[in-house]
């Protein structure tokens, strides 16, 4: 049972931009405007020009349901849009079209691996609204002597993931991220690798004090050194016997610091009201056929990894934590030994891809299942194994081409037997060693048959050929 020493609570408030949708929320402007110029993907709508009408986009309403009922939410019957009032460069109209009363979906949950094993973190809601613009401050927000706008994102659909305040640490706040991020890149309606694609804003409190809620908050790693920073400031605060104010704070990416911003607005501030201009939308009906068409989500395609290929829970989590991977994964297991498949690509594959900051795109299946076929049939050795997708990823080229050019075909058992009586031959200080009971000296027989192969042999025939060879020496 996790105790909670300082009592942190914490809650999640995620924007997931629906950008792989053709259009803005609003308005018939493309989503594609990532690598084009600023200011270039606008129209009335989405630059707040007076008399401009909003028009929702029907697949993002679909997404956003979608969404819902991945995270295990109650999809409401009818939805409606409000105002949120207030003035920013990044907000043309000088409001932002959200929603309040009736979310689109609420009451859900998220299971992630918490301190204490599995834990349960609420949804209190998931709801639709706009982008704002994108603001460009020159070097930090605090000492900026200019801001750049750009309004190509003012108006992308948003959906707006609240948690309850059900997270204990910062590391529970990150894996409850990575699972989110993971559920939304299942559900094909997000490309998370794009700039601005998943936004978090963080609310922590310790006790005996008032929440902080930290914004611009840009990665998941950015979210736990935030909250950690948050966790010694607050303290501070209470043990030189100040208060903690509830106020909204800026994170500092750079100098990994929250600096304080402006006391936290309260919902009054911000006059909500039913957006006249849309009608309230009534969805009654259309879960039930959403629900029909969801994919297999992470859990469930982890539990039937397990099942169906026999692999343990830990690398069916791993390969379904990230979906390229897993499809990657269940592609390469189609045609070779699954189990093998998934210590190859978990254990080994993924690493070498960290290492080298790139994604399994960069590795073709068809690689990966011919180096495993190589393994299996014992035609290479597992340091083979590995240098070959090394050299995949340094240099290019196939499995069957770096096994040709490197010689890297296992050696007959003759080889392996000729080089072991040499071996014996050429140490006998090391044999002599051995046969007076120091078992150590076997490992240096092992390396010079190892040395003698080139590293081709498999070292445990190697060790079993020397051992039964020093068993006719001693007789
Ligand atoms: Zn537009
Ligand atoms: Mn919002």
């Not at 590995?386 to 003759?414: A, C, F, M, N, Y």
Request: charged fraction near 30%; include cysteine; proline fraction near 4%.
């Amino acid at each position: 049972m996790y105790e909670n020493p300082d009592g942190v609570m914490i809650g999640l408030e995620v924007h997931v931009q629906l950008n792989k949708l053709k259009t803005k929320v609003f308005c018939g402007c493309s989503t594609d405007y990532h690598n084009d110029p600023p200011n270039s993907h606008v129209c009335p709508v989405c630059l707040g020009l007076p008399g401009s009408l909003p028009v929702i986009n029907k697949k993002a309403v679909e997404a956003a349901i979608k969404i819902g009922l991945a995270l295990n939410c109650k999809v409401e019957e009818h939805t409606q849009f409000y105002r949120k009032n207030y003035y920013y460069p990044d907000l043309p109209k000088g409001f932002q079209i959200t929603q309040y009363d009736f979310p689109i979906s609420s009451g859900g949950y998220i299971t992630i691996e918490g301190e204490d094993g599995e834990h349960r973190v609420g949804i209190t809601r998931a709801h639709m609204e706009e982008d704002p613009g994108r603001l460009v401050h020159e070097g930090t927000i605090d000492r900026s002597k200019y801001t750049l706008i750009d309004y190509n994102r003012s108006g992308m659909a948003l959906i707006e993931i609240v948690s309850d305040p059900d997270m204990r640490s910062p590391k529970e706040a990150r894996r409850y991220l990575d699972k989110l991020r993971n559920i939304v890149e299942y559900l094909d309606i997000f490309d998370g690798d794009l700039e601005g694609a998943l936004r978090v804003d963080a609310n922590i409190s310790i006790m005996g004090g008032q929440r902080a809620e930290i914004k611009n908050i840009s990665s998941h790693k950015g979210a736990e050194r935030a909250l950690l920073f948050e966790i010694v400031r607050q303290k501070n605060v209470l043990r030189r016997g100040g208060v903690v104010v509830q106020e909204t704070r800026h994170f500092d990416e750079a100098r990994e610091i929250t600096i304080s911003m402006r006391s936290k607005e309260e919902a009054h501030d911000y006059r909500y009201f039913p957006e006249p201009d849309l009608v309230p939308l009534k969805i009654s009906g259309w879960a039930p056929a959403i629900k029909a068409t969801l994919p297999e989500l992470p859990d469930s395609r982890r539990m039937r990894f397990v099942e169906q290929y026999g692999i343990t829970d830990d690398h069916a989590k791993a390969l379904t934590s990230e979906l390229k991977v897993a499809i990657f994964y269940e592609d390469v297991a189609k045609k070779v030994d699954p189990k093998l498949a998934a210590v190859w690509v978990c254990d080994v594959l993924k690493g070498e891809l960290n290492y080298r900051d790139l994604t399994v795109d960069s590795f073709k299946k068809e690689h990966m299942q011919k180096i495993i076929e190589l393994l299996a049939g014992k035609r290479i050795t597992e340091d083979s194994a590995v240098d070959i997708i090394r050299t995949i990823l340094d240099k290019g080229g196939s499995p069957d081409q770096i096994v040709k050019e490197k010689g890297l075909l296992k050696v007959e058992g003759d080889i392996v037997a000729t080089a072991a009586e040499e071996a014996i031959k050429e140490n006998p200080q090391a044999v002599a060693d051995f046969m007076a009971g120091k078992e150590k000296a076997l490992n240096s027989l092992v390396g010079a048959v190892m040395k003698k192969t080139k590293g081709r042999a498999d070292a445990r025939t190697a060790r079993e050929m020397l051992l039964e060879k020093l068993s006719r020496v001693s007789q």
